[in-house]
């Protein structure tokens, strides 16, 4: 049987959020936990989970802090946008059944392989 394809082209996401729709898309359909009616939702999850690592990386990059122009040392803006994005992400992880696994791998209870 082939897959809808709204579940295997599914527009409006950026290279990073369709990645993070290609990794977990198939399986919650599967589990029937997607479904045409709630993929607005994991649209969202997706974009919000990408906005998340692609702050992630440049926090990595440029350090947690930074010296505005007077020299003041801050946090990086990048911290508030991870913060805020994992905020965003819970509610929709526990919709989609993805909570526990979120939580398991911040403790490395798993590996996405």
């Given at each position: 049987?082939?897959?809808?394809?709204?579940?295997?082209?599914?527009?409006?996401?950026?290279?990073?959020?369709?990645?993070?729709?290609?990794?977990?898309?198939?399986?919650?359909h599967?589990?029937?936990?997607?479904?045409?009616?709630?993929?607005?939702?994991?649209?969202?999850?997706?974009?919000?989970?990408?906005?998340?690592?692609?702050?992630?990386?440049?926090?990595?990059?440029?350090?947690?802090?930074?010296?505005s122009?007077?020299?003041?040392?801050?946090?990086?803006?990048?911290?508030?946008?991870?913060?805020?994005?994992?905020?965003?992400?819970?509610?929709?992880?526990?919709l989609?059944?993805?909570?526990?696994?979120?939580?398991?791998?911040?403790?490395?209870?798993?590996?996405?392989?």
């Amino acid at each position: 049987m082939s897959k809808p394809k709204w579940l295997t082209q599914p527009e409006g996401l950026e290279d990073r959020a369709l990645s993070v729709w290609r990794y977990y898309g198939p399986g919650l359909h599967s589990r029937g936990r997607l479904g045409q009616n709630n993929a607005e939702s994991f649209r969202s999850l997706c974009r919000i989970l990408a906005l998340c690592e692609a702050a992630s990386e440049q926090i990595e990059r440029d350090g947690p802090v930074i010296k505005s122009n007077t020299g003041t040392v801050r946090a990086h803006p990048a911290v508030k946008i991870v913060l805020d994005a994992q905020k965003a992400a819970v509610p929709l992880l526990r919709l989609f059944g993805l909570h526990q696994e979120a939580q398991q791998n911040v403790y490395g209870a798993w590996e996405v392989k």
